[in-house]
């Protein structure tokens, strides 16, 4: 719909000071919605309101199917038939896929793993505190610790999982190019296939090894499909996890009354994790759909064909549901934010991510209480150029 009345901006719109969200997403909450260009050609509508974004993502009439060319798109590189995950499916494919590795992510699962999980944060604080600060968070405990949790929950060697990091920020950039994200994704996909390849012959006691001893070998799942699943659990719970919890500390940082709240009453910790997760929001650029047929979302006529982005970011700061949703407060019941979606692609590993972001704030608290940004430390550089928000640095003290 080129030159439409409707089109509000370019899109994806910049947090002006890297935590709060772009200003014009609280004023398109007050009036009506608005479509947005993209870079690469289409003009979606945005979505911000609360209501709206979690109405739109349980909506059967909104898909998520990559294969659908009004899907909108802010990467330079479409998905091939080797980057589709789940993710981007809808039933019966979606659930069957994501039905595969469901057991392994309950809050059950989740904690049997806890011990374990809280054994290697240990590890990683005990090599931070053997430094000599200033140290930058993000390299060494953001980055190295949610890749050992997911490599040991998969099952790659501890000395793989560097490869990953590289490969899964360069995935998640909007700036890269074509060439590169497609040379990402296939170097991930070849290590995958060998390494799944080889557990097919002996299968372990991993995540990876009882998925092909329960789907691979009945026939539920096939090798390739298995490889994409594998790569979306890599994904998600490295990158996303890791700038999650150097955002988290950054934010504790930025509070030191916060930080201090929860140094004195530990309880406080859950709370201030689904806060941290409210006000972060770190899908920055929204979830995205296209109706398959006309839909009516909060008095929106979305025509069939027509792509909609879901800003999470808008509907976690919707004062109808946040009052004073700028505010960080580690004592708000934030549970209903949408930082992990809605409906049936909400995030699977949110129990997992939630157990870590819960040990890191309490390892900060009981290791750590002194912690603090030197006086001259750089500027904040965050992860702009990138659908997972995030900082590039973190240079701490204590």
Wanted: aromatic share 4%; glycine share 8%.
């Amino acid at each position: 719909m080129p030159n439409s009345p409707d089109l509000l901006a370019e899109f994806p719109l910049r947090r002006p000071d890297g935590i709060s969200p772009p200003p014009l997403l609280a004023e398109l909450r007050d009036g009506e919605p608005r479509r947005v260009r993209l870079p690469y050609g289409s003009e979606p509508w945005l979505l911000t309101r609360h209501a709206d974004v979690r109405a739109a993502l349980a909506h059967p009439g909104l898909s998520a199917d990559s294969s659908n060319p009004g899907l909108p798109r802010v990467s330079p590189l479409p998905p091939g038939p080797s980057q589709v995950s789940f993710l981007r499916m809808d039933d019966p494919d979606h659930g069957r896929l994501r039905r595969t590795v469901t057991p392994e992510f309950t809050h059950r699962r989740i904690q049997e793993l806890r011990p374990g999980i809280r054994m290697t944060a240990e590890r990683v604080f005990d090599a931070l505190a053997r430094r000599t600060p200033p140290v930058d968070f993000i390299e060494a405990v953001a980055l190295p610790l949610p890749a050992l949790v997911i490599g040991g929950v998969l099952g790659v060697p501890e000395e793989d999982l560097d490869f990953f990091g590289g490969k899964c920020a360069v995935i998640a950039s909007t700036v890269a190019r074509p060439e590169e994200i497609g040379a990402a994704y296939a170097e991930m996909t070849a290590y995958l296939d060998d390494l799944i390849a080889a557990k097919e012959k002996e299968p372990g006691e991993d995540l990876l090894g009882r998925v092909i001893r329960r789907h691979l070998t009945t026939g539920t799942l096939d090798h390739g499909e298995l490889v994409a699943v594998a790569q979306l659990l890599i994904a998600a719970g490295l990158d996303t996890t890791s700038n999650m919890i150097g955002l988290a500390c950054a934010m504790l940082l930025r509070h030191p009354e916060q930080f201090a709240a929860l140094r004195a009453d530990a309880d406080l910790i859950p709370s201030a994790v689904d806060e941290l997760l409210r006000i972060l929001t770190i899908v920055q650029h929204g979830t995205v759909r296209v109706a398959t047929r006309d839909v009516t979302i909060g008095g929106l006529r979305i025509a069939e064909g027509d792509g909609v982005i879901c800003s999470l970011v808008a509907a976690d700061h919707d004062e109808g549901v946040f009052p004073d949703a700028g505010r960080f407060d580690v004592r708000r019941d934030a549970s209903a934010h949408l930082a992990f979606g809605h409906g049936v692609h909400q995030c699977l590993g949110q129990p997992l991510a939630r157990a870590e972001l819960e040990i890191v704030l309490r390892l900060l608290c009981e290791r750590f209480p002194t912690l603090h940004r030197p006086h001259d430390a750089e500027e904040l550089r965050f992860r702009e150029e990138s659908f997972v928000h995030g900082l590039h640095t973190l240079q701490v003290a204590w």
